[in-house]
């Protein structure tokens, strides 16, 4: 399987971070990852400072230089839902899964893995009829579920897996990103992760700290990759 889909537990947990740490990941281990944000909402283009590609292309050496927006499908400026900030726009039916489909499919021939991040959690609104967790099954694609690492996210992460369960989608693992206002404890951080793995039998990769620097993270957060994907000589 060269497809990967990063799916959060809610919007705001950290799946840019973990997708960014993903290319890093395949490109120091020497693969040819590719990035996809296949419905980008909350930025005026790919260009923008709160575009998902920007960060990623600012931050992953072998594609300085390169365009962002050869990695965006759909982009769409209110921070809603794709559908409904589609539709703010009159463009909610210019959203074809068909085209997403098939840029995943050429991407896959050339590129391997192909590196996906969805739009907030599983159950939101991707057209009309079709939610995100659709989208993972029609682009034929693992989850990797990012999740936030303190207060409210066994609810969240096991309410994720459980619906990904009921497709027939076991993902590959899930990690914890450090994305609030405020760092857990410890403590709180081993408590999540015994609950979620328990109750799921999925296993928690890890936690990604607060990183101050994207271009060079730390080895301990490839050390959290690594787990999901297996070893890695540059660790």
Do not use: W
Request: proline share 6%.
């Amino acid at each position: 399987m060269n497809r990967y889909f990063v799916v959060g537990t809610d919007t705001g947990v950290g799946k840019t971070v973990l997708s960014l740490l993903m290319m890093q990941f395949f490109y120091k281990r020497g693969d040819e990852p590719f990035y996809v944000k296949p419905l980008q909402t909350g930025c005026v283009d790919p260009y923008d400072t709160d575009s998902d590609a920007k960060l990623i292309y600012q931050n992953v050496v072998p594609l300085e230089g390169k365009d962002p927006a050869d990695s965006v499908i759909y982009c769409f400026t209110n921070p809603k839902a794709p559908y409904f900030s589609a539709r703010d726009e009159g463009k909610e039916a210019d959203i074809n899964i068909k085209i997403i489909q098939e840029f995943v499919d050429t991407k896959a021939r050339s590129f391997n893995p192909v590196i996906l991040e969805g739009a907030g959690g599983l159950f939101v609104p991707v057209d009309e009829t079709l939610l995100m967790i659709d989208l993972i099954e029609l682009t034929g694609s693992v989850p990797v579920v990012a999740a936030r690492a303190g207060l409210g996210t066994i609810n969240h992460t096991l309410l994720t897996l459980e619906a990904l369960k009921s497709r027939g989608m076991e993902p590959l693992g899930v990690v914890f990103v450090d994305s609030g206002e405020t760092t857990p404890s410890q403590a709180m951080i081993s408590e999540n992760m015994e609950a979620v793995e328990n109750l799921s039998g999925i296993s928690v990769a890890g936690v990604i700290n607060r990183i101050e620097d994207f271009s060079n993270p730390g080895r301990e957060c490839y050390q959290v990759i690594e787990r999901l994907f297996g070893p890695s000589s540059f660790i």
